[in-house]
């Protein structure tokens, strides 16, 4: 089988799978019920009622935690850093932040794919609130380390930003590296500050963000003073 029928299998069973699953979500009670009862935790912004969920599952509550942050990188954009609060708190700051570690890079990896095989027009469906074009303009203008860019700014959508790299050339594995490094530095701090979560998530997710946005005022800054001084040279 030459590359372009396998392409072309791949997004037949790709629609096979959404067709079952939208199925499976209308004609099949427990399974709505399930997602009905995820989404509504997502949409809750309680790490208490995430916490609690997961401690439901019991040996089984890591799994859990996996699926669930897959779950939210396809369904974007729900509050990754939900999962993550309550995985330092279920399972310890650094267990917790290796879990949400690896599986935000699987979930990644699943929208790099998504994206890929699908193509851009279903993408711009998906993300409706986001404008590739943006996107596009970051990669003419950044190229290969536009992915790490992307993952140290709080404001860009991690989900969206794996949908949009799915449509570029680049491979997989440089892919997954630059993301498993502009995620590190995120799930590190959410994972200690959810170890100790004791204030509201609002509080917390304020504080973390003004933090970021500090650390990108600084970045921006930098750089319009290095683009001067190289122009101040010529």
Known sequence: MDKKNKWKMARLLLLLFVLMAVLAFYFV???R???????????SMSVESIVGYLRSFGVWAVVISFLLMMFQSIIAPLPAF??????AAVFGWWQGAILSWTSAMAGALVCFYIARIA??????????????ETLDNYFDRYGKHTILICRLLPFISFDFISYAAGLTAIKPVPFLIAT??????????YSYVGSNLTGST??????????????????VFKQLYQSRQAKSTK
Not at 82 to 87: H, Q, S
Not at 119 to 132: A, M, P, Y
Not at 202 to 219: D, E, N, R
């Open 29 to 31: 009670p427990g399974v």
């Open 33 to 43: 019920s399930k997602i009905t009862q995820v989404l509504m935790l997502f949409r």
């Open 82 to 87: 939900l999962i993550t609060f309550a995985n």
């Open 119 to 132: 193509g851009r027009d279903i993408v711009e469906r998906l993300n409706k609130n986001f404008s590739l």
């Open 180 to 189: 498993g490094i502009g995620q590190l530095p995120a799930t590190i701090v």
């Open 202 to 219: 609002k509080t917390i997710l304020f504080g973390l963000l003004s933090m970021f946005a500090l650390f990108i005022a600084v970045y």
